[in-house]
């Protein structure tokens, strides 16, 4: 009997400009990730609010991707999307085949996931939220950040730290929990 390929499961990062997206699967994947960084312009003055990011001198236009193998049978492919509203076209192609989101979010501009968390919602992908950790960013206990972004207490909202492996691994475990609950929650309804 020939050996079966690994079946591929899709994974999205999402969230606003700057959020740490590329960062996020920079930290998990085994290969050297695709990243489709361009150096930000004159062009992006006025677009780009990086007032909360100012080091940033980068940004992602395309689309990032990752690979981690959980073991023979099974690969996970990280895809994060591109921040800005310019490139919203992109999300469509990116999405589609998603077994579940990510959306980051960073409380210096917490109103800047609104359009990804509204996206998965309203093409009813499962998603959880991630509060990325800043250095030098004003810390909010979980429950204000549920209450800002108006979440059920359903939604899972945990603390990351997208720089550091272990702390994207546990949420992509916790998104992993909610996708299996929600599809044995629709087997038994």
């Known amino acids: 009997m020939a050996p079966s390929s690994p079946m591929a499961v899709k994974i999205v990062i999402s969230g606003g400009f700057g959020v740490g997206k590329t960062t996020f699967v920079s ?9 489709t960084e361009a150096e930000m312009t004159e062009r992006s003055i006025g677009v780009d609010d990086t ?15 990752g690979r981690i193998t959980l073991d023979d049978a099974l690969l996970l492919y990280l895809f994060g999307t591109p921040g800005q509203d310019r490139f919203a076209f992109l999300w469509d192609d990116l999405v589609t085949g998603a077994l579940g989101a990510i959306v980051l979010v960073d409380t210096r501009r917490i109103e800047d996931c609104f359009p990804a968390i509204d996206y998965f919602e309203e093409h009813d992908i499962p998603f959880i939220i991630g509060v990325n950790a800043f ?5 909010f206990e979980l429950p204000e950040v549920r209450d800002a972004l108006g979440l059920a207490e359903t939604m899972p909202l945990l603390e990351c730290d997208a ?11 916790a998104l992993t929990e909610r996708v299996l609950a929600r599809r044995l929650d629709r087997l038994a309804g």
């Not at 007032?51 to 001198?57: D, E, I, L, P, R």
């Open 51 to 65: 007032s909360a990011v100012a080091a940033k001198t980068t940004t992602t236009v395309a689309l990032d991707f």
């Open 135 to 139: 250095d030098g960013a004003r810390r």
């Open 27 to 35: 930290a998990i994947s085994e290969i050297e990730p695709l990243v």
């Open 163 to 173: 720089r550091q492996r272990d702390s994207v691994k546990a949420v992509l475990v």
